[in-house]
């Protein structure tokens, strides 16, 4: 029967750490990887408002999940060499500012994609209602109106709203509720498409951000400016001239 030597696998020259350091590297990163959307979900909290799960950058998870593991095992590392307090407590810390300052720049990222919707001009402009069976794309001079509206448009704290949308989001689609669906599509912007995707039912604008912590979606809730009365008039219009 063969043994495990152990001595073989000791760590004593640069070249062993060097190796050591790439095999950790690499671990690290593939568990991030299979990991990573359990962080994103919580990061998306801290995106922009504006966009959907798909617009937003997918990758900062991944990248403090590999932070906090490359900071665990270099913390081992410490305590079973005796490195001094002060050393652990400086790697802990670098490990603490880095993965805040991953989440600031998710943030800025995010808004730098989301600035597109006042920065670009729309590439495509769709209006769909009665359950998407119907459909219309606006003229240039109806978009130039719809995209000023969606501009100028002002976020509010509704929870009850977004509640309603949440449990109609988990409800059979056989049951969904008569709503106007506003699809904007920019082109691409820093390194992202961007969709603006807004859902109008009575009284109510609505963006779905997509699924939250939890599977649980989130939910943009705009106050009405004007722009609910312009998409109905147009839909109007488009069912009478079908008629």
Known sequence: MIKLDLSKFRINTKRDWIIFWVFVLLLANAVAGWSRHVVDRQLRRFGSPWLWFGNEPQFYG???ILVALLVIVAEIVCFL??????LRLAILAAGI???VALVGAYQIHCMMIASAIWEEEPVYMRIVWKEQNQSYMPTEEEQAVILNLCRQLTIVSD???EREYIE???TPKSEVWEKVWLSIHFDEHCGHNVHLSLYIRDDTIL???GVGSQSRPLVTVFEDNGLIQ???NIKQEQIEAAE
Do not use: F
């Open 62 to 64: 991944r990248l403090i």
């Open 81 to 86: 060499r005796r490195k001094r307090l002060g």
């Open 97 to 99: 500012v880095m993965s």
């Open 159 to 161: 929870e009850s709203k």
């Open 168 to 170: 109609w989001h988990w």
């Open 207 to 209: 963006l779905d951000r």
């Open 230 to 232: 312009y998409v109905e």
